[in-house]
């Protein structure tokens, strides 16, 4: 069992930047870490993955260039780094953790974090 914990959300103006931080317990982290978000009253949503071992990263096309996802190896951290918000990136952001990126990618992971909202006033 992987349990998986957010931090660092928070409210924040539009053009600003924030990170957001994910740690595991339980196991190391499996293959694929990813970061989603749902918005109220929409679906939940990819935003970004990497893989733990060859550090190969993702992103939706929505947050490319504005959102940057790390690891940290040495502390079994992740972080989402999130520049130029918009009010469009409120939401909850979920960490999860799954055996390939193709299937975190399309939602499919094995471990999901409690979440962390982020919201972006305009």
């Known amino acids: 069992q992987v349990h998986l914990v957010e931090s660092g959300g928070g409210l924040v103006q539009v053009g600003d930047s924030l990170t957001l931080s994910c740690t595991a317990s339980?196991?190391?982290?499996?293959?694929?870490v990813g970061w989603f978000r749902q918005a109220p009253g929409k679906e939940r949503e990819f935003v970004s993955a990497?893989?733990?071992?060859?550090?190969?990263?993702y992103y939706a096309d929505s947050v490319k260039g504005r959102f940057t996802i790390s690891r940290d190896s040495a502390k079994i951290m992740v972080y989402l780094q999130m520049n130029s918000l918009k009010p469009e990136d409120t939401a909850v952001y979920y960490c999860a953790s799954g055996m390939n990126y193709p299937a975190v990618i399309a939602g499919r992971v094995d471990y999901w974090g409690q979440g962390t909202q982020v919201t972006v006033s305009s």
């Open positions: 990497i893989q733990w071992s060859f550090g190969r990263t």
């Open positions: 339980g196991r190391a982290f499996t293959d694929t």
